[in-house]
């Protein structure tokens, strides 16, 4: 019977690329988005190389309850989750205190919320089984504060603190718990949140091909962070040797002037 991997945001850019990855290793895949129409051409999309090996659910995870629902669809199915992906986030550019606070809100409980109820409901059933992985996309985000975007910033570094307590918690479990933190990536988040993105951005900015290979080889590696790319790499430790407060002031002039 096949393992199934179950990939929340897959649609399109790294959840679509992690799925395609999973797929072409004998996955079975649970495709989870919120538009039923993106969600059905990326299913469509995976059939052609591999024949029935797509579920889909269409679900708003920010929407309270959505992901009890899911977990739920899944018993009523009988499908054992073996890889889950957090993929699945949003984020919104502007001033904290002029953003629509619903967005806000909405974003804390995709980000966050969800991420985690997921996380919690699925991971249990992977160690009464004695194995499974987990990958949650955060980003070089997660590693500094975000003047501009902060709560989208604060979201990240949540998923990464969380997940690498996590994957302390669940050593020698056969359960995993991986990180993946990308930067700039070619998948139109930038547009979704408003985000123009400047010069400096696109140098370093990675297809979504690019960053979910690094995230699905350190998955199946046991890492519990990856951080692909170099200039990504530099940027991190950029933020370990700069004083805090001098870093936040870089990224909310590049947010700014973008």
Not at 136 to 160: D, I, Q, R, W
Not at 241 to 247: C, F, G, N
Request: charged fraction near 20%.
């Amino acid at each position: 019977m096949p393992k199934i991997a179950l990939v929340t945001g897959a649609s399109q850019g790294i959840g679509l690329e992690l799925a395609e990855r999973l797929a072409a290793d004998g996955y079975s895949l649970v495709l989870v988005g919120r538009d039923p129409h993106t969600l059905e051409l990326a299913a469509a999309q995976l059939e052609l190389d591999q024949p029935g090996r797509a579920i889909v659910f269409s679900a708003d995870l920010s929407l309270p309850g959505a992901t009890e629902r899911l977990v739920e669809q899944l018993g009523e199915r009988d499908l054992d989750i073996e890889v889950l992906v957090n993929n699945a986030a949003y984020g919104a550019s502007g001033s904290f205190t002029e953003l629509d606070l619903d967005t806000q809100l909405g974003m804390i409980r995709l980000n966050i919320a969800s991420l985690t109820e997921l996380t919690y409901r699925l991971a249990r059933p992977m160690l009464q089984r004695g194995h499974g992985k987990i990958l949650n996309v955060a980003s070089t985000a997660a590693f500094e504060p975000g003047p501009g975007m902060a709560v989208y910033y604060a979201t990240k570094a949540y998923v990464l603190s969380f997940s690498e307590a996590i994957a302390e918690e669940l050593h020698g479990s056969g359960v995993t718990v991986t990180t993946l933190c990308p930067g700039p990536t070619e998948t139109g988040f930038q547009r979704r949140a408003g985000v123009e993105a400047s010069r400096l951005i696109q140098i370093g900015m990675m297809s979504a091909h690019d960053v979910a290979t690094a995230g699905y080889e350190g998955m199946l590696a046991g890492k519990r962070i990856v951080i692909p790319g170099p200039l990504n790499k530099a940027t991190v430790q950029a933020n370990r040797l700069l004083p805090r407060r001098l870093m936040t002031r870089i990224v909310g002039r590049v947010l700014r002037n973008r």
